[in-house]
């Protein structure tokens, strides 16, 4: 089984609670923002796409055919997949951020990995996990 087949999709719905998460990274139409939650408030008519995330998940906002959806992940989700798979593994690495997103200069972002049905291993899926401030 496919580690993808764990991440649920739907439209969009302004009452999707996104506070649920941390941190937010934004492409709107007309700006950039990396963010808390907490600090941002989400237009769905500007954006883009959006990564909605922390260390329990990812909700992944994006346009297909101007219908905003949703692609979200769970932490506890991956966790129950892997008490079934145990050739997915997980490596997480942190990334330096150029450019005007004070205070954070860095981000975890966390790979998942399994095999295909010849031995190989490849990367099944990437979200962001966290931010870390200067």
């Known amino acids: ?9 739907s439209v969009y719905s302004s009452d999707k609670d996104l506070s649920v998460y941390k941190y937010v990274l ?3 139409i007309s700006n950039v923002v990396l963010s808390t939650t907490s600090n941002f ?13 922390d260390e329990n998940g990812q909700a992944h906002i994006y346009r297909d055919d ?3 959806k949703v692609a979200e ?5 991956v966790k129950e997949f892997t008490k079934e798979d ?3 593994s997980t490596l997480e690495g942190k990334y330096s951020i150029q450019g005007r997103f004070s205070p954070y200069d860095k981000v975890v ?20 996990v966290d931010l870390i401030a200067r």
Do not use: H, W
């Open 1 to 9: 089984m496919d580690i993808k087949n764990i991440i649920k999709i």
């Open 26 to 28: 934004y492409y709107g």
């Open 41 to 53: 408030t989400f237009d769905p008519d500007e954006c883009l796409e959006a990564y909605f995330f």
């Open 66 to 68: 101007d219908i905003l």
């Open 73 to 77: 992940i769970k932490e506890n989700d």
């Open 86 to 88: 145990d050739q997915v």
């Open 109 to 128: 972002v966390r790979s998942y990995f399994s095999q295909d049905e010849d031995g190989q291993v490849y990367v099944a899926y990437k979200r962001l």
